[in-house]
């Protein structure tokens, strides 16, 4: 136990300790993450009406990006899938940084919960009078905190194992590894039942929109994973091979096929069939009664998600920076078409018929960014602490003391980033 | 190099400290407050929220005022006999204007020999609070629908153990001089909706000019569209 | 640079920045100083739900309420938890055929059960529709001629329509909201999260949420409350028509029945065979917004 505390404490005081980059880019994200605690505040004291929310739309952008995040957080198995299921050790050592990912993720989505709240102050009623199994909501809550408390439980024990030098019981970890991979695909499904299961919302009442979330999570996920291993292999020289980042490549593209795929389908059935279900699917398309606030968006989204997936699968591809590239057009597009283009056309028209459209207010904005700002925090945090254990620069046996003994293997982490840099170019 | 890199790194984070300073400051003077569109509420006026009965009626058995007298049809029908002609002369009766159907004679339904009652077809005497058998003789279905509380109002209480079931009468509401009134039905509407963001209503007046598609109502809407140009 | 300076720069470099980052936490929930506190007293916070509640816990819940409107309007309520009726279910029918449209139920409403002003909170909504159509996306709510009705339209006010098979009840994750034995879909204000997903689900955009605090003209505040129905509200909570429960469970009409100038509200037991509604129901063509959504309304719209 003592020795699980000073392990606390020494990553605590690690992630205070980085070059400029480091302080600057931590710096930026708090100030962020301040900012979007202030305007938070403001919503506290004068209510929702702060947001663009509206009893017509009455969801906006917060549960947007919670849609999208709970994808986020489901696509981390997407790299433990293949090591643990198919075997392919390139991506074995990288298994940990997907979970990290899904712990700052899910933490994300519990905050735009949160926010959304009217009465967060009532928070313990879901505690005490949780209607479940009957709502939909009520999964999810259990879901996303089971999801959080799986991936904890497995960063944690592989990464004290390794401050420990000991090797990790399989026991430990292989039977919750299985679980979390179930578990993935359950808080993106519970997630699509939140929508899917309200017979007054057409847009939402469809059954493709479970497996077109899977298929978006898959892509925009693992193409977050993509950008997010370079930047770790570019600024701590961790060893990450070209072939780890081929092989989500792989995954990646062939999702956004599948999910490409699926919304073709939904556009059909609405469009062809022609019945008065189609109104919303028309407003985000192409507008209604001369109402088009989402027009531009979701052509955006189109464009940019047909033209990742035509780079990816042309050779091209093969060069990362061409890469790179798809997967910042597919994490934009798919933003756009399943946060905003999947939550608000579907209070667009009324149940009776009223076209009142959203738009977010620059307050609701900075929560929003404030909340993003907070979720890489977390996850640069994770990974600052993560990296020199894994790469045994902080472990027990070095039993430190003081800051000094930190600073140095701080230090040395330093100098193996500027060794790691010219790697990754 | 490591020193060059650690002195950069206490620069930095020397930097941080007054960062947040600044930051704060921002924060405390200079971020803004939220805009929330506000609109002054104009309260309806509550005369126009009134639950009594549209007409008042004038009782049973019906009073009439003249020079400041109250009095009873009889005081004077007594006297002034009615006859076929009387509708030439209708003295303290000016403002009755009769458009009532095949009802073109006040005997057709006020009772000649008593005027404080009306008359049935069948010659029954019946007093004014019974109105309602006098307008079922030629409105049956109606008056089924109103025994039933279907059709027509009830103010006052749902339950009878709770309380009076206020059932309005047939003529507090319809006149019955001249039940089709042009401004019977007519009121002008209290104002609609204004809820928080609301924006500009986006359907609104396209309503009677849509690009039509359905023929049928296309159809409709040529036909009552002169009718409609003209109400607004 | 000895040992010592080092460390005592770290310390002062690290003191800099705790500092910095403490004002700056300060500074951004600094708008929290206009936090009306009013609204989270620990009764408050302690309140059970109220199928939990015993009838001491109620007592004192009501109390607590009749204070805090006292308090704010300087009105002392006629505070009341009133059960529902043995052998009652409410039902509402409307005749469409009669409806002019003229709102009069709408804002008749807002007196009745103390909904905010600004923002606006409307229970009923009166949608104009062209004649030969009940399709609710070409309906206009918006209407302002001079004089209703539009000869080319025909009116239909929509409300909560008290589902036998609500899907907002259903969907709500803290089982703030239920139907009670009478049939009236009610919210328990002190439980409500705020979540809005019975918004989402409600088919005929019955609910309405109070995204800022509700604000009532003290002279207006109806003092005739009930605990499931219109005491005052806060912000952050949803509403919604509750046919009048301060007015019905007591054998009263609903405020929007007994103002409508053309009697094209009919409100009554439906459990009785000889009520009004039931009446209808036998007699009349009678129909239901959105049958297809499986909800069975306990509002019916009728024509004759």
Not at chain 1, 49 to 55: I, K, L, N, S, V
Not at chain 1, 398 to 414: C, F, I, L, P
Not at chain 3, 74 to 98: K, M, S, W
Request: hydrophobic residues 45%.
């Amino acid at each position: 136990m003592k020795t699980y505390l000073e392990f606390l404490a020494r990553c605590f005081r690690l992630s205070f300790v980085g070059d400029w980059r480091y302080y600057t880019w931590m710096f930026a994200l708090t100030a962020i993450a301040l900012l979007g605690l202030n305007a938070y505040c403001r919503q506290l004291v004068d209510g929702l009406a702060t947001t663009g929310m509206t009893d017509q739309v009455s969801w906006g952008m917060y549960i947007a990006n919670f849609t999208y995040l709970v994808g986020m957080a489901a696509a981390a198995v997407m790299l433990v899938i293949p090591v643990y299921i198919y075997r392919r050790h390139e991506l074995h050592d990288l298994v940990i940084f997907g979970e990290l990912l899904a712990v700052a993720v899910i933490f994300m989505c519990l905050a735009f919960v949160t926010v959304d709240l009217g009465r967060p102050d009532r928070f313990m009623h879901l505690f005490l009078r949780l209607n479940f199994p009957v709502s939909m909501l009520s999964w999810d809550v259990i879901v996303l905190n089971v999801y959080l408390l799986l991936n904890l439980h497995i960063c944690g024990y592989l990464i004290y194992c390794a401050y420990r030098r000991k090797k990790p019981a399989r026991a430990f970890y292989i039977p919750f590894v299985f679980i979390a991979i179930v578990w993935a695909f359950s808080i993106h499904t519970v997630t699509a039942f939140l929508y899917v299961g309200l017979g007054s919302r057409p847009f939402w009442n469809s059954a493709i929109i479970a497996p077109r979330f899977l298929a978006s999570a898959f892509a925009a996920g693992p193409a977050f994973i993509i950008l997010t291993l370079q930047v770790i292999r570019r600024f701590t020289g961790y060893r990450i091979t070209d072939e780890a980042l081929r092989i989500l490549k792989g995954i990646v593209t062939v999702a956004l096929t599948i999910n490409m795929f699926l919304l073709g389908c939904e556009l059909f059935v609405e469009f062809y069939t022609g019945s008065t279900h189609a109104v919303s699917m028309h407003y985000l398309f192409f507008g209604l009664h001369g109402y088009d606030a989402l027009v531009p968006w979701i052509w955006t989204a189109v464009a940019l998600n047909s033209a990742a997936l035509v780079v990816l699968y042309t050779p091209a591809s093969r060069r990362i920076w061409v890469m790179d590239l798809a997967c910042v057009a597919m994490i934009v597009g798919i933003w756009i078409e399943k946060g905003m283009g999947l939550i608000v056309p579907a209070f667009i028209p009324s149940p009776l018929g009223e076209v009142v459209e959203y738009l977010p207010t620059w307050n609701e904005t900075l929560v929003c960014l404030g909340i993003w700002a907070a979720g890489l925090l977390v996850y640069t945090i994770l990974v600052r602490v993560t990296v020199p254990v894994l790469k045994g620069d902080l472990v027990h046996e070095e039993a430190a003391t003081g800051t000094d003994r930190v600073a140095r293997s701080a230090d040395r982490t330093q100098s193996a980033r500027v060794e790691g840099a010219p790697g990754s170019a | 190099m490591q020193s060059a890199s650690s002195s950069k790194v206490g620069a930095a984070a020397w930097l941080v400290g007054p960062a947040f300073f600044g930051l704060a400051a921002w924060l405390w003077f200079g971020g803004g407050g939220v805009e929330i569109p506000r609109r002054p509420d104009v309260p309806v006026d509550l005369r126009r929220l009134s639950t009594a009965p549209r007409r008042v009626t004038i009782g049973d058995p019906p009073t009439i005022r003249i020079n400041n007298y109250e009095r009873h049809c009889n005081d004077c029908h007594q006297v002034f006999e009615i006859s076929e002609e009387q509708r030439a002369n209708r003295m303290q009766h000016q403002h009755v204007e009769l458009q009532h159907g095949i009802n073109v004679q006040c005997r057709h339904c006020h009772d000649a020999r008593d005027m404080n009652g009306l008359l049935l077809r069948d010659e029954t005497h019946i007093a004014f609070a019974e109105v309602d058998r006098l307008c079922a003789q030629c409105h049956p279905k109606v008056h089924e629908d109103w025994v039933l509380g279907i059709h027509g109002r009830i103010n006052g209480h749902w339950d009878p153990a709770q309380g009076e079931v206020r059932k309005l009468g047939c003529i507090e509401c319809h006149d019955p001089h001249r039940p089709r009134t042009p401004a019977m039905d007519r009121l002008a509407p209290l104002p609609g909706p204004h809820t928080l963001r609301m924006g500009e209503p986006a359907v609104h007046g396209e309503l009677h000019h849509p690009e039509e598609r359905d023929p049928l109502r296309r159809a409709a809407q040529g036909l009552g569209a002169s009718k409609a140009e003209e109400h607004r | 640079m000895t040992e010592r300076t080092v460390d005592r720069r770290n310390f002062l470099r690290a003191s800099l920045g705790a500092a910095g980052g403490m004002a700056a936490f300060a500074a951004a929930v600094s708008p929290l100083k206009d936090f009306d506190t009013s609204d989270l007293t620990l009764e408050g916070f302690l309140q059970k739900h109220y199928k939990e509640m015993t009838p001491e816990d109620k007592e004192q819940a009501l109390e607590r309420i009749r204070k805090e409107v006292e308090e704010r309007y300087a009105v002392r309520p006629e505070l009341r938890d009133l059960p529902p009726i043995d052998g009652v279910e409410f039902g509402y029918a409307l005749n469409l055929g009669r409806c002019i449209g003229c709102r009069r139920c709408v804002h008749a409403c807002v007196e009745e059960n103390n909904q905010s002003r600004d923002p606006e909170i409307q229970y009923i909504r009166v949608l104009e529709l062209p004649r030969g159509s009940i399709d609710v996306e070409r309906s206009d709510h918006h209407y302002d001629d001079r004089e209703v009705p539009n000869p080319d339209s025909f009116y239909m006010p929509v409300q909560c329509h008290q589902c036998a098979n609500p899907p907002c009840v259903k969907v709500c994750p803290v089982e703030a909201t239920w139907r009670e034995a009478d049939g009236v879909v009610v919210v328990d204000y002190d439980w409500c999260i705020g979540c809005r997903y019975c918004a989402a689900a409600c088919p005929y955009f019955a609910r309405r949420f109070n995204y800022a605090e509700p604000e009532i003209p003290k002279e207006r505040l109806n003092p005739n409350m009930n605990y499931l129905s219109n005491r005052p509200r806060k912000k952050g909570v949803m509403e919604k028509c509750h046919f009048c429960l301060q007015r019905t469970r007591a054998g009263r009409m609903p405020a929007c029945l007994e103002v409508c100038p053309v009697g094209a509200r009919q409100f009554g037991n439906l459990l009785d065979p000889e009520s009004n509604v039931s009446q209808i129901l036998k007699t009349k063509q009678i129909f239901v917004l959105k049958q297809e959504a499986g909800t069975l309304p306990r509002f019916f719209y009728y024509f004759d």
